[in-house]
């Protein structure tokens, strides 16, 4: 039997597109129909909640709409079927890895079933529709935001991501520009801990260079043959 693998899984909005989920950076992709300022900074909440809570609603219906795809269900296969320890640690904002069954999930980015309250710090489930005035359960205060990290914020857990990174035998990157730190900075940080490290995208990525191996297509295709591989 092989041995028990540290696996480090790093997944962004490339493992959703099949799901019908649009991604950033595409010609088509979020952020060419809108400025990253005004939907996804602190300061753009501030001068105009409506409008980003409208871009997060939306964002929030759409993932509501979409299905795992076979990608996160090969993954979910991973984590269940053993004998190794899977991390998923993801940029996005969906809920598709537990929906299809994954367990072991950092979402370092927040989620769009969570809610904030910018005043008092408290979360809570969120609503379908999302508003700025709304209450906050524990305050009162009208301070509602998306639990959404923004430009200029700190992604969630890093230290147990840094933690889990030292530790890997081998780091998968699915469907991520390579584009946005600190997630970009994880390849180099797990190889300098000895992992070996593979990319799985649709193209060759900002950093495809730095892995070890970089396999490209899509992911429904590529996840389930690489987690098929590894299982035997
Ligand atoms: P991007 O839109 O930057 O990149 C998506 C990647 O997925 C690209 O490299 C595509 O080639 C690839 N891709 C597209 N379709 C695919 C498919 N079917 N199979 C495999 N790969 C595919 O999205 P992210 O890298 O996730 O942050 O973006 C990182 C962060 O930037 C996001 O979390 C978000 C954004 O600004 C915040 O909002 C804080």
Excluded: K
Excluded at 50 to 71: E, S, W
């Amino acid at each position: 039997m092989t041995r028990p693998l540290n696996i480090v899984v790093l997944t962004g909005a490339g493992i959703s597109a099949e799901s019908g989920i649009a991604t950033f950076r595409a010609a088509d992709g979020l952020w060419e129909a809108h400025r990253i300022e005004e939907v996804a900074t602190p300061e753009g909440f501030a001068r105009d909640p409506v409008l980003v809570h409208r871009f997060y609603n939306a964002r929030r219906a759409a993932a509501m709409a979409a299905q795992p795809n076979a990608a996160h269900v090969a993954l979910a296969r991973l984590e269940a079927g053993g004998p190794h320890r899977l991390l998923i640690v993801t940029q996005n904002v969906d809920d598709l890895h537990e929906r299809a069954g994954s367990r072991n999930v950092i979402h370092m980015h927040g989620a769009l079933n969570g809610a904030l309250c910018h005043a008092c710090g408290e979360r809570w489930p969120a609503p379908p529709v999302m508003r700025h005035d709304a209450p906050c359960p524990a305050c009162g205060r009208p301070a509602t935001r998306p639990d959404i990290v923004w430009f200029g914020e700190i992604p969630y857990r890093m230290d147990e991501i840094w933690d889990a990174l030292a530790e890997a035998d081998l780091f998968v990157s699915i469907g991520t520009s390579g584009q946005v730190y600190p997630a970009a900075a994880f390849a180099q940080t797990a190889a300098r801990a000895g992992a070996r490290t593979l990319e799985l995208n649709l193209d060759p990525s900002a950093l495809s260079h730095e892995f070890d191996e970089a396999r490209h297509g899509p992911a429904t295709q590529l996840v389930p043959d690489w987690v098929a591989g590894l299982m035997g």
